[in-house]
């Protein structure tokens, strides 16, 4: 049995969970509302403010979905609880960030500054060299988070990039001079 797909999930006071048929899943919170198709195989079931999630057979497809619908729902309920957040750090010489609205700008070496639009339910805060990313969707968070990593990752050398705030960077030894 599938460690993670048995556990069940408490739904907290002030959360509303509704399952459709075809087990289509709205969840209701102080934060917002979180919507998502899961796999029809599954057996959610509600009771007593406790969600648990159910696999009809132990087919190797099965016990993937298994684990993956109880940690997708669990998600859910934590993002319209508390929300998600990532921690972006920017480092080197000259790299700056600047917020205009919704309109993220980062001067990273290139020609050009690059500008990046806060997707619909994403939040992004500007304070020094640091950004967040914030939301109820672990996913989207994520998503956002990584895209704007990407636009500089961090070098081994001397460090610079856009790095997240617990990455460790392997630092790799420079060139010495020849005598």
Do not use: C, W
Not at 26 to 38: H, M
């Amino acid at each position: 049995m599938s460690r993670i797909g048995r556990m069940p999930i408490a739904v907290p006071a002030g959360v509303t969970v509704d399952i459709a048929e075809n087990n289509k899943v709205t969840v209701k919170g102080p934060k917002g509302t979180l919507e998502r198709v899961l796999p029809a195989e599954m057996e959610i079931k509600l009771e007593a403010g406790v969600i648990t999630v159910a696999r009809p057979n132990d087919l190797k497809r099965m016990k993937s979905l298994h684990g993956l619908s109880r940690t997708l729902l669990n998600n859910m309920v934590v993002g319209v609880t508390e929300g998600y957040a990532k921690k972006l750090e920017v480092n080197g010489v000259g790299y700056k960030v600047a917020k205009a609205g919704n309109k993220l700008t980062l001067s990273l070496g290139y020609s050009h500054p690059v500008e990046m639009t806060d997707p619909d339910g994403i939040e992004s805060v500007v304070e020094g060299n640091s950004i967040t990313v914030k939301g109820i969707d672990k996913e989207k968070v994520g998503q956002f988070a990584a895209e704007i990593r990407d636009k500089r990752r961090p070098e081994p050398y001397k460090g610079k990039g856009i790095k997240y705030s617990d990455e460790v960077i392997r630092r790799k030894v420079g060139k010495t001079g020849k005598k």
